[in-house]
Nanobody
Framework: VQLQASGGGSVQAGDSLRLSCAAS????????MGWFRQTPEQAHEFVGA????????AYGDSAKGRFTVSRVNAKKTVYLQMNSLKTGDTARYFC??????????????????WGQGTQVTVSS
């Protein structure tokens, strides 16, 4: 499965942004999908994840209440809606796919496929 993240950009604090992750080369409905972010100071911070049919999602502490993960399997796309963005959200955001959904989805080592990432920059 190949993953292509898009939708990043430069925004102001308080703005919203929606990232997309398109899958190709396989059936995305077979995978739970996760979002991670990376900065020079921190590698692969867990942002959120969603199970195979979109009925359950989990979020990292920094994302709770502000970010929402969703998916449309028919479009082979998973989304990360980010609201009330803060300067601390500045990072490169990656989508990833794992074959099983469970408490371990916060662990980047459990993911089998990764996209190339998209940069989000939030200024004050």
């Amino acid at each position: 499965v190949q993953l292509q993240a898009s939708g990043g950009g430069s925004v102001q604090a308080g703005d919203s942004l929606r990232l997309s992750c398109a899958a190709s080369g396989g059936s995305m409905s077979r995978y739970a999908m996760g979002w991670f972010r990376q900065t020079p100071e921190q590698a692969h911070e867990f942002v959120g994840a969603i199970n195979l049919d979109g009925s359950n999602a989990a979020y990292g502490d920094s994302a709770k209440g502000r970010f929402t993960v969703s998916r449309v399997n028919a479009k082979k796309t998973v989304y990360l809606q980010m609201n009330s963005l803060k300067t601390g959200d500045t990072a490169r955001y990656f989508c990833a796919a794992t074959s099983q959904y469970g408490p371990w989805v916060t662990n980047p080592s459990r993911y089998d496929y990764w996209g190339q990432g998209t940069q989000v920059t939030v200024s004050s």
